[in-house]
């Protein structure tokens, strides 16, 4: 069964950290890229972060660059997304998706397995 898996999210404080984890399973993460996407209430799901298949290039969003970091570990077959300095506009639900390429893209057709998304929640 073909399944990606986020954890890591919660309730944090303005300023604080984070760190989402994506496990995959039942299939291999090592010849796609990954993004990160997340989704606000009432707005469209929008692009966060990606990750080539080697882990040699990245892209972010301008509204988190030098805050998040993505990252994977193909060995455990996992993708993660750390997060600091969080701010309130930050909160939504956060969703790991698979790519159907190597290379790296915020276009969610591109994407073809998608976890469940995990909810994020910044506030005092």
């Known amino acids: 069964q073909v399944q990606l898996v986020e954890s890591g999210g919660g309730l944090v404080q303005p300023g604080g950290s984070l760190r989402l984890s994506c496990a995959a399973s039942?299939?291999?993460?090592?010849?796609?890229?990954i993004g990160w996407f997340r989704q606000a209430p009432g707005k469209e799901r929008e692009g966060v972060s990606c990750?080539?298949?080697?882990?040699?290039?990245?892209f972010y969003a301008d509204s988190v660059k030098g805050r998040f970091t993505i990252s994977r570990d193909n060995a455990k077959n996992t993708a993660y997304l750390q997060m600091n300095s969080l701010k309130p506009e930050d909160t939504a639900v956060y969703y790991c998706?698979?790519?159907?390429?190597?290379?790296?893209?915020?276009?969610?057709?591109?994407?073809?397995?998608w976890g469940q998304g995990t909810q994020v929640t910044v506030s005092s």
């Open positions: 998706a698979s790519a159907r390429q190597y290379y790296c893209s915020v276009q969610t057709e591109l994407y073809n397995y």
């Open positions: 039942g299939f291999t993460l090592d010849y796609v890229a």
């Open positions: 990750i080539t298949r080697t882990g040699s290039s990245t």
